[in-house]
C-alpha cells in the first residue's frame, strides 16, 4: 500500500498520523524540527504546546469537555496522552509540557506504520498527503499553500509569561479553584483592590509594546487577545475578562477581590506557574516592571516572557469539503490551527477526522459522514460552510443545533446537549463501521 505524507508534527499531524497506522495505512510524518524552529517553538518534541499547558475543561457540561469525550471515541493519542501526564488544574485538563510531549513523540516513533522524518518540506505532494503544518509553517510551504488555494488569511497570536512557584508571595495571594472545583490548591489567586487595580490598569494601558512587522495592518485573534489589547477596550474589560473575580473570596478580607489575577500549575512539581489569560506583546523590560506591580507577584521571577507571533489559516470555506478534504483534489486534506479551528484539542480533532478520511480513501471506503450534533462535525461544519468574514473557532456550544425541548438550566443544557452529541456520534460510527456494536 502506498503512504501518505502527513506534514507537520504538531497536534493535528500527530493524530492524523496516528489514526492512520491505526487503521493499518503506513504513513511518512514530517517534522521541520530540529532542522528548522518557528518563531513559537523551541523543543524538537511533537506535539510541543506554546500558548498555554491546559485543555481546558473536562466535564461534559462544557464544549471543551464534550470535543475530549468524542476524541476518546476515535482512540485520541493526545487526549490519552494528556490524561498520563496531567496536573492537578481544578475542572481543566492541564499537563505537564515536557512530559506530554515526550510521551507523544514516544508513541509515535514506536508505532511500526510511522515513519517520522526531520526536515523542512516546501512544496505539497502530488501523492496522497495531510497539510498539517500549524499556523506556522514554514515560508516556502506558506507560500505553495497560499498559492494552492489562492491567498490566505493571517492574524496574531499571543503567549502568556511564565514565574516560578517560589517567587509569588502567598502572604498576599491565597489557593482557591473558582467556585471551588477541584483541589483548592490548583489555582494561586494574587488579589487586587481597587487602588492596586486602577494603578495596574493605568501602567499597562500605556507600557510599551515590541514592534512586529505590519501588526497594524493584520487582525487579534479574539481568543488570543494580549491583556494590554484587551485593557484599553475599557477600565473594567479585563476585570470582567481574564482577572475577573467572580467565584473567589479573599479569606485576608473574607470578602470577593476587586480583581484577580490566577495562576495555573506549568509543570507537574509545580515549581512554574502560568499566567492565566495574559498573553502579550509588551517589551520583556515592560512585562517585568508592570506585572509585578499585582501585589502577590512584586518579587516574582520570570521562567519565560509572554511572546507574540503570527498565525495564518486558509480560507476553508472556500477550498475545503466538509472532512477537511481539498475540494479541487481528491488525495489531500488539510488539518490543524491552518484550517481556522482554533485550539490545541480542536486542531488534533481535526487531524482525527482529515487522518481517518484519509486511511478510508486509502481503503476504497467512502469519506466519514459526521453528525452535525456532534462537536467534531460542528467544527469540521462551520469552517466549511459559506462565511463571508470566516475567523477562527473553538469549541462552543453555539455550534450545536438547538435542543428541540427548550431547557432554561444553562448546565441541565449543555448536558443534555453533549448526551446528544455522544449518541449520534456514536451511532453514526457504527453505522459507517468505525466502531464496533458493542
Not at 495564518?312 to 488525495?331: C, D, H, K, M, W
Not at 427548550?406 to 448536558?415: A, G, H, N, P, V
Amino acid at each position: 500500500m502506498n503512504k501518505v505524507f502527513v506534514i507537520g508534527g504538531g497536534f493535528a499531524g500527530v493524530e492524523a498520523a496516528w489514526q492512520l497506522a491505526k487503521r493499518g495505512v503506513p504513513v511518512t510524518l514530517y517534522e521541520m524540527k530540529p532542522v528548522k524552529f518557528s518563531p513559537a517553538h523551541s523543543n524538537a518534541g511533537l506535539a510541543e504546546l506554546v500558548c498555554s499547558n491546559s485543555f481546558k475543561a473536562l466535564r461534559l457540561a462544557s464544549a471543551a469537555g464534550l470535543l475530549k469525550a468524542e476524541m476518546e471515541l476515535f482512540g485520541s493519542l493526545c487526549v490519552e496522552c494528556a490524561k498520563q501526564t496531567a496536573v492537578p488544574a481544578g475542572g481543566a485538563l492541564a499537563v505537564d509540557r515536557d512530559r506530554f510531549s515526550a510521551l507523544v513523540t514516544e508513541r509515535i516513533e514506536n508505532e511500526p506504520l510511522i515513519e517520522t522524518v526531520r526536515e523542512e518540506i516546501t512544496d505539497i505532494p502530488d501523492t496522497p498527503a495531510i497539510i498539517a503544518a500549524g499556523p506556522l509553517a514554514s515560508e516556502k510551504l506558506s507560500e505553495k499553500i497560499t498559492e494552492l488555494c489562492g491567498g490566505n488569511l493571517s492574524f496574531f497570536d499571543a503567549a502568556a509569561p511564565i514565574v516560578t512557584a517560589e517567587s509569588v508571595d502567598m502572604s498576599k495571594a491565597f489557593l482557591q479553584s473558582r467556585y471551588d472545583r477541584g483541589n483548592p490548591d490548583d489555582y494561586i489567586n494574587c488579589p487586587m483592590n481597587k487602588e492596586e487595580y486602577e494603578a495596574f490598569h493605568t501602567e499597562l494601558v500605556n507600557a510599551e509594546i515590541a514592534v512586529l512587522h505590519d501588526f497594524e495592518h493584520s487582525g487579534i485573534y479574539e481568543g488570543c487577545m494580549p491583556i494590554e489589547v484587551m485593557a484599553k477596550r475599557g477600565a473594567d474589560t479585563i476585570r470582567f475578562g481574564p482577572m475577573k473575580p467572580s467565584g473567589l473570596r479573599d479569606p485576608s478580607t473574607g470578602h470577593r477581590p476587586w480583581a484577580n489575577l490566577q495562576l495555573r500549575k506549568e509543570n507537574e512539581q509545580g515549581t512554574m506557574y502560568n499566567l492565566v489569560g495574559f498573553q502579550t506583546n509588551l517589551k520583556f523590560g515592560e512585562q517585568k516592571r508592570v506585572f509585578s506591580m499585582i501585589p502577590a507577584l512584586h518579587n516574582a521571577e520570570f521562567v519565560r516572557y509572554g511572546v507574540m507571533h503570527r498565525n495564518t489559516f486558509i480560507n476553508s470555506p472556500q477550498v475545503l469539503a466538509p472532512g477537511y478534504r481539498f475540494g479541487e483534489r481528491e488525495n489531500l486534506w488539510f488539518a490543524g490551527q491552518i484550517t481556522g479551528v482554533e485550539g490545541y484539542m480542536e486542531s488534533a480533532g481535526s487531524g482525527i477526522i482529515a487522518g481517518v478520511n484519509a486511511a478510508r480513501y486509502m481503503l476504497g471506503k467512502d469519506e466519514l459522514n459526521l453528525p452535525r450534533e456532534s462537536m467534531l462535525g460542528a467544527l469540521a461544519s462551520y469552517v466549511t460552510a459559506p462565511n463571508r468574514d470566516f475567523q477562527p473557532m473553538g469549541a462552543s456550544f453555539g455550534l450545536l443545533p438547538p435542543m428541540e425541548t427548550k431547557i432554561r438550566d444553562k448546565r441541565e443544557r449543555y448536558e443534555a446537549l453533549s448526551a446528544r452529541a455522544l449518541d449520534a456520534l456514536g451511532e453514526s460510527l457504527r453505522a459507517q463501521g468505525e466502531l464496533s456494536e458493542e
